[in-house]
DNA sequence: ATGCCTGAAGGGTTCAGA
């Protein structure tokens, strides 16, 4: 099962990519943000697209800023649109929507920028953060949040921490929200080393310098994350022609959302067995 | 350069993004 998760800032602009990488990538579970579309704009713009490509389709969107949406071909039950007890800016923003997609509670979310540390702006981030937490906390064990965390998880997620320092995006609770919600990073944790990015601006040719951050996520509850088999930046859809600002983070998870692979046998034992104990059944003759 | 691009709304410019 393959989830994706992309910041496609507007939803609009970005079909002539977007399509093309649905075809490429081929996720059975599509999780957008920055879409800047209301949600009957969305459906009338993308609603046959998806059909036509097997996907049930859940929007929260809202006519200029912000927009979430999900898409799945494995399922998509139980929508929800927006967090509970989400505190608003003033009035509440469509920055989350969530379903559950092959046995698994996925989260589409776009967290508040911030803009400056201290601000009113900031203040509801955290808020928001917290909301998303209670909802993480009363759900089911088996989930995924995804989105545009807007957070920089550590140091080693900007291409530069002085670059930020007194910035959004990197102060420690912020920082502290996102550990908070108890999940695992799949990308960090398959890729503890590696200089990986999710975002670069696009001025100045930052993209081409590899300038970045890294702060569309993927995290998993534990039993999720046991299951990944691939986390990766798909770093070619930020290349080309009228690109997102924001790469796909895309995650291969093994199969068997209900953990049944096959009958628990138990461990062999220390003591080796006797040679010959385990015959292959013969064929004929 | 104090927003270097990009997108949206809507008007010839402003706000927002991170």
Same mark, same amino acid.
Request: proline share 8%; net charge negative; with cysteine.
């Given at each position: 099962m393959r989830i994706a998760t992309w910041n496609v800032n507007s939803a609009k602009q970005r079909v002539p990519r977007l399509l093309p990488w649905l075809d490429q990538r081929r996720p059975d579970v599509v999780c957008l943000q920055e879409t800047k579309l209301a949600d009957s704009a969305f459906t009338e713009l993308l609603g046959a697209e998806f059909e036509a490509r097997g996907y049930a389709l859940a929007v929260h969107g809202e006519a200029q800023w912000n927009g979430v949406a999900l898409a799945s071909r494995v399922g998509l039950e139980e929508v929800t649109t927006g967090l509970a007890? !989400?505190?608003?800016?003033?009035?509440?923003?469509? #920055? !989350?929507? $969530?379903? @559950? *997609?092959?046995?698994? #509670?996925?989260? $589409?979310?776009?967290?508040?920028?911030? #803009? @400056?540390?201290?601000?009113?702006?900031?203040?509801?981030? %955290?808020?928001? %953060? !917290?909301? %998303?937490?209670?909802?993480?906390?009363?759900?089911?064990?088996? !989930? %995924?949040? *995804?989105?545009?965390?807007?957070?920089?998880?550590?140091d080693e997620d900007v291409f530069d921490p002085d670059a930020y320092a007194e910035e959004t995006h990197v102060t420690p609770p912020e920082r502290a929200a996102v550990r908070d919600l108890g999940l695992r990073d799949v990308v960090r944790d398959r890729w503890p080393d590696r200089r990986v990015f999710t975002y670069w601006d696009y001025r100045a040719g930052m993209f081409h310098q590899d300038l970045g951050m890294r702060i569309d996520l993927v995290l998993a509850t534990g039993p999720v994350a046991e299951r990944v088999q691939a986390a990766w930046v798909d770093r070619h859809a930020r290349k080309g022609k009228a690109p997102s600002d924001h790469a796909p983070v895309i995650v291969d998870l093994d199969e068997a959302p209900d953990g049944d692979i096959g009958p628990v046998v138990p461990p062999p034992s220390a003591k080796p067995a006797k040679r010959g104990a385990h015959r292959l059944p013969q064929s004929g003759a």
């Amino acid at each position: 099962m393959r989830i994706a998760t992309w910041n496609v800032n507007s939803a609009k602009q970005r079909v002539p990519r977007l399509l093309p990488w649905l075809d490429q990538r081929r996720p059975d579970v599509v999780c957008l943000q920055e879409t800047k579309l209301a949600d009957s704009a969305f459906t009338e713009l993308l609603g046959a697209e998806f059909e036509a490509r097997g996907y049930a389709l859940a929007v929260h969107g809202e006519a200029q800023w912000n927009g979430v949406a999900l898409a799945s071909r494995v399922g998509l039950e139980e929508v929800t649109t927006g967090l509970a007890d !989400a505190p608003g800016f003033p009035h509440p923003e469509a #920055r !989350a929507v $969530s379903a @559950t *997609c092959g046995g698994i #509670r996925v989260h $589409s979310v776009y967290v508040p920028n911030g #803009r @400056t540390p201290g601000s009113e702006h900031y203040h509801y981030k %955290l808020s928001w %953060l !917290a909301a %998303l937490k209670k909802v993480v906390e009363a759900g089911p064990e088996n !989930a %995924l949040v *995804c989105g545009d965390m807007n957070v920089a998880p550590a140091d080693e997620d900007v291409f530069d921490p002085d670059a930020y320092a007194e910035e959004t995006h990197v102060t420690p609770p912020e920082r502290a929200a996102v550990r908070d919600l108890g999940l695992r990073d799949v990308v960090r944790d398959r890729w503890p080393d590696r200089r990986v990015f999710t975002y670069w601006d696009y001025r100045a040719g930052m993209f081409h310098q590899d300038l970045g951050m890294r702060i569309d996520l993927v995290l998993a509850t534990g039993p999720v994350a046991e299951r990944v088999q691939a986390a990766w930046v798909d770093r070619h859809a930020r290349k080309g022609k009228a690109p997102s600002d924001h790469a796909p983070v895309i995650v291969d998870l093994d199969e068997a959302p209900d953990g049944d692979i096959g009958p628990v046998v138990p461990p062999p034992s220390a003591k080796p067995a006797k040679r010959g104990a385990h015959r292959l059944p013969q064929s004929g003759a």
